[in-house]
């Protein structure tokens, strides 16, 4: 997938977010896409929904972006995190699985928190007060069928510019 090969998004602003709707596997990965083109490395990136909402697509989308090979890229629900090298380092965590901040202290991913990783986390909910302040938050949701709404909202300057740059890849 390259920007040519993309399904034209529309994000829609709505106070301090960027909606849009995902109305399959390739809308999700191109919006993955779109925010991994932009990503720099230092960026935290939040992945939020129910199971089978497409976090782990839109993470494929988002190694697409940093030029990985999105094949490679599955959901780290059983290791934790799975580390990337593309033009930047890429960290995918899932911490589904996770119970108690002992454990999360345990498996490494504030060593991640760095200038030159862009992290994407799913369930960071289970982070609870430690979670970065400054971050991308994705809450995917099933809106009809076979659908997603996908809901952007940036936290702090790194991420609001971010999300700039994300909404003027879709402006004509």
């Known amino acids: 997938m390259n920007r040519n090969h993309t399904v034209p998004l529309i ?20 919006l993955g896409y779109m925010i991994g083109c932009q990503l720099t490395g230092g960026e935290v990136i939040t992945l939020m929904g129910d199971l089978g909402t497409g976090k782990t697509v839109l993470a494929r989308g988002l190694a697409l972006g940093i030029d990985i090979d999105p094949k490679g890229v599955t959901s780290p629900t059983f290791t934790l995190i799975h580390e990337y090298l593309g033009r930047i380092r890429f960290v995918h965590a899932d911490l589904y699985r996770l ?74």
Request: proline share 4%.
């Open 99 to 172: 119970e108690t901040r002992k454990e999360l202290e345990g498996i490494g991913l504030y060593d991640y928190l760095n200038s030159s990783t862009a992290i994407a986390i799913e369930w960071a909910e289970r982070m609870g007060d430690e979670i970065p302040t400054d971050r991308l938050n994705i809450q995917l949701v099933h809106h009809r069928r076979s659908v997603r709404k996908a809901t952007l909202t940036a936290t702090g300057p790194r991420t609001y510019n971010l999300m700039s740059k994300v909404l003027e890849q879709t402006s004509p």
């Open 11 to 30: 994000l829609t602003p709505s106070g301090d977010s960027l909606i849009t709707d995902l109305a399959s596997v390739l809308a999700t990965e191109s």
